[in-house]
């Protein structure tokens, strides 16, 4: 795979986002299929492409199906062919999740507290010294969206008690904004 070339500005088309995250997997998930080798100084990490499974496969290319308050249910996706394959369920972020912070003060390393109250899987009011905002997820998730997840054991469970093993890596950069 040769070294993709971007400017900033530049226009990154699906095939080319997924060659660039598949030249990352060893960086996050050591050992699964990395081969790592010293050339002089240099240390060279080779990824050897293997069939995806959930069991061997570190990122999975993902439809949105549906959102839920700390996961996604997605369906793998193939941008060649337009298709979504097996279904999974993805956790979002940590800071992006509902259970860890609803109905809880959270105390910054600055004194501040703030406590909060989520009213929908992307709305919620952050209260601070009495004073409330409505903060919301921006850009917000949508059915048939496409996000790169990857294998992570995140320690949550779905609505059914099976673990999530998948992760977005949030490449759209979500994060809470005043509404």
């Not at 500005?9 to 997997?25: E, W």
């Not at 999975?60 to 549906?66: H, P």
């Not at 059915?143 to 059914?160: K, L, P, Q, Y």
């Amino acid at each position: 795979m040769s070294k993709p070339k971007f400017q900033p500005g530049d226009r990154i088309g699906s095939k080319a986002l997924r060659n660039l995250s598949q030249s990352v997997p060893g960086r996050y998930v050591g050992n699964n299929g990395v081969l790592v080798s010293q050339i002089g100084d240099d240390q060279v990490f080779s990824y050897k492409p293997t069939h995806a499974t959930a069991n061997n496969f570190p990122l999975f290319y993902m439809q949105v199906l549906s959102v839920s308050s700390d996961y996604l249910s997605c369906g793998v996706f193939n941008p060649d062919s337009g298709t979504t394959g097996d279904s999974f369920t993805v956790a979002k972020p940590y800071h992006l999740r509902q259970t860890p912070f609803d109905g809880n003060a959270t105390t910054f390393d600055n004194g501040d507290v703030i406590s909060y109250v989520y009213t929908t899987q992307r709305e919620r009011v952050a209260t601070k010294s009495g004073s409330d905002q409505t903060q919301v997820v921006t850009p917000d998730y949508f059915a048939t969206e496409e996000i790169i997840a990857f294998r992570w054991n995140v320690g949550i469970n779905d609505s059914a008690g099976n673990r999530i093993w998948l992760t977005d890596m949030n490449l759209a950069q979500r994060g809470w904004c005043k509404e």
